[in-house]
């Protein structure tokens, strides 16, 4: 047996009320610390501000009173004179005396020019005093700090000016341990005076307030922002960039303790904890308490609500005391009453459509379940509202509940006897009825399709709609619930496209959409696995009855379904949107054979024919480009061709698409030429090179003066437009010399040559070689 079974139920709620408690009080105490230790970092980084704000505030003014000691000194007379002089020792006697009159640690005296004149450092002087004459830099007094033999100096500039005297007085002022010291003492802080010489160095400390050691160099490591608070190990720092010259950095690093900051801190985490414990001390008693009193009522309780649960009618426990347990009782049974009410909503409105109070398709397809179930039969009825979302978008969703209303009312009227009515979506209606004889199906669907169709009076206005109507007998049309919303669905469509009142399902017709499913379903895998098949048919020069060109058309066996039909699985390509695929693979193919036929010596064009989905595709004109980029260097070679409809269905995008083929250097021909609807001045406009006529009209040219008229009219005018004519399906020798007489540029048909593999081309090159001698010579002797 399980831990929590040999607890019982009262062991189990003491022990869920400690760990709640233990659980609640854990995490406010954590909280509690953490809010603590927040706090007490924040009063260290307000207190670290406050002195931030001292320090600046130090140097400030220590800078104004030096400036202004350094003002009277650059005023004094003496010092005016001594300058003037120009005599060096009297310089360098002046220029002492009165910078330690002004404190100045160093005293450096520069020309106009920049030269040094005085200095009061005994050691080689550093250029100090370029930074602070800068190009752009403000006139008057300045201000750097630098950085020499490992003391920091604030060093500070004043102009001495006089009658045909000019100069500048360079004073430097230690950052030393007494400054460290005064800003500590106002602070609060302890105080660091910090410097290095290059970005790649560690600082050097210059100058360090208090008694302790000094910290490790990575505990003073600023942030990447100089004003964020720092959270090292051992103190609360934060660090003032004084800035310098190019070659030296200053900072200040103001410190605070972290262990004398956080005593409160550990101080209160402490009382924290002894109440934390206190708490769970009284919880533990109050729960021990309340297990005692409340176990077994909350038992008897749990019991009921197991069975109310369980969907039963159990009879509510007595209790002898009444306040919660009681009130928890009765909220027991109020829900189980309230669930039983919504239990059967919820059944309601799983089976029902919530407008008209129909059955809805659940409904129906439980009742057509039960039906193959019994193995019985039944005429189904089916009623679909063509233009119900038009009265919703126009006239209001309340407006189109209310045509649903009606149509529900009449169908109930009309088909009293029908197992089930339902509305299985939108404006769709099914109903099930008793099996009758087909007159009597025909004559009742006609009769109803007619009292749908007559006037509706809604908000006292007649309104009638269009219905179409289809009619399925169960189960000898559908014999399970997937045969029967498929075939539903065909019927539907097959209703909507031919304008009848009442279409009948007629079995097999199913067969031809599954084929097609099955073929747009396979066409990807044939196309990634090379399952298609590419054949070429010569296209003969009929001047010189030499191969110049060969036409790609593209072949499928199926493996289940045999042969299809081009026409077939390019049509369901554009349907199913996998046409640009087929496109890319055909490119890819024939760009293949091409190459390879250029290897064996055969220099043949190739004609390939585009879609009039292909027109409106972005990317043809870079995968014609892409798959023909080292085959010839003359892509006038590579013909596409496109039928007079699939210019026509988008003419703009058409055109557009054309343009940029052209550019591209291909050949542009116009497919089945004369069966399309497009216009001369259309014809015109089109960027094409080529016509080629529909073989309709070649087929019997040697025996229909009418097609010879058309033939020969259409060569002439496309000559006069300068385009060339292909001709195709040549039957027979006598087409063939016609079109030459006619002066037909190319010519292909069964006649000349069926179409072959790619791997065949050579061999029929060969052969129509031999016939090219057969018929020059018959083509004279016909002349003749």
Known sequence: MRLAERMGFRGRLIAAMIALVVLVSLV?????????????????????????????????????????????????????????????????????????????????????????????????????????????????????????????????????????????????????????????????????????????????????????????????????????????????????????????EIEIVLMISREASLQNYYARAKEIA??????????????????????????????????????????????????????????????????????AQIRYAATHDDVTGLGNRNALMQSVRELFDEQGACTLIGVRLDDLSDVNDTLGLEFGDKVLTGIAERLQTELPDARIIARTGGGEFLALVPPRSPEHVDSLTRRLHGVIESPLQINTTPFSIHAVMVTMELPADAGNTNELRRRLNLIFEQAQEHPEPVTRYQPGQDESHLRELQIISD???????????????????????????????????????????????????????????????????????????????????VAINLSAKDLTWPALTDHVAENFADWHPDLKRITLEVTESALMEDPAEALATLDRLKALGVTLSVDDFGTGYSSLSQLRKLPVQELKIDKSFVLK????????????????????????????????????????????????????????????????????????????????????
Not at 60 to 69: A, H, I, K, P, V
Not at 575 to 586: C, E, F, M, W
Not at 717 to 738: F, N, T
């Open 28 to 248: 406010i105490g954590a909280l509690l610390m953490v809010y603590l230790f927040e706090d007490e970092k924040s009063r260290a980084g307000e207190q670290l501000t406050i002195g931030e704000r001292m320090a600046r505030e130090i140097l400030e003014r220590r800078t104004d009173l030096n400036l202004s000691r350094l003002s009277v000194v650059v005023q004094d007379f003496g010092f005016r004179s001594a300058v003037a002089s120009g005599d060096p020792a009297t310089i360098d006697s002046a220029l002492e005396n009165h910078s330690r009159r002004a404190r100045a640690d160093f005293a450096l005296l520069v020309s106009s020019a920049g030269d040094l004149l005085a200095s009061t450092l005994n050691h080689q002087v550093p250029d100090v005093w370029s930074p602070l004459n800068q190009p752009g830099s403000p006139p008057g007094s300045a201000r750097t700090f630098i950085h020499i033999g490992g003391q920091g100096y604030e060093v500070l500039n004043v102009p001495v000016e006089g009658p045909g005297l000019r100069a500048t007085l360079v004073a430097g002022f230690a950052l030393d341990q007494p400054l460290a010291d005064l800003i500590a003492r106002l602070s609060g802080t302890e105080v660091i005076f910090r410097a290095r010489t290059n970005a790649d160095e560690a600082f050097q400390v210059l100058a360090a307030t208090g008694s302790r050691e000094m910290p490790m160099e990575q505990e003073l490591t600023p942030a990447p922002q100089a004003r964020s608070l720092l959270d090292p190990a051992r103190y609360f720092s934060r660090t003032i960039n004084l800035g310098g010259t190019s070659a030296s």
């Open 274 to 343: 002894l109440l934390v414990s206190a708490i769970l001390v009284f919880a533990i008693l109050l729960a021990l308490i309340i297990a005692r009193y409340l176990g077994k009522p909350l038992l008897q309780l749990a019991d009921y609500a197991r069975a109310v649960g369980d969907g039963e009618n159990p009879t509510p426990p007595e209790f002898r005391t009444g306040g919660e347990l009681k009130r928890l009782r009765n909220a027991l049974g109020d829900m189980l009453v309230g669930l039983r009410e919504r239990e």
């Open 523 to 605: 066409l990807h895998t044939a196309i990634t696995t090379n399952g298609l098949h590419m054949n070429y048919q010569p296209k003969l020069d009929t001047r010189s009855g030499r191969l110049v060109q060969v036409e790609a058309l593209v072949r499928w066996i199926h493996p289940e379904l045999g042969f299809v039909s081009p026409e077939e699985f390019i049509f369901l390509a554009e349907q199913s949107g996998q046409i640009h695929d087929l496109t890319a693979h055909i490119l890819e193919r024939v760009a293949a054979d091409t190459r390879a036929w250029m290897e064996q010596g055969i220099e043949a064009g």
């Open 701 to 784: 040219l040697d025996t229909e003066p009418q097609d010879q008229l058309i033939v020969k009219s259409t060569i002439d005018m496309a000559h006069g437009l300068g385009l060339k004519v292909v001709a195709e399906g040549i039957e027979s020798l006598q087409a063939w010399q016609l079109l030459q007489q006619w002066g037909c540029d190319l010519a292909q048909g069964f006649y000349l040559s069926r179409p072959v593999a790619g791997a065949e081309l050579a061999e029929t090159a060969k052969a129509l070689a031999a016939r090219h001698q057969e018929l020059t010579q018959r083509t004279t002797e016909y002349s003749q």
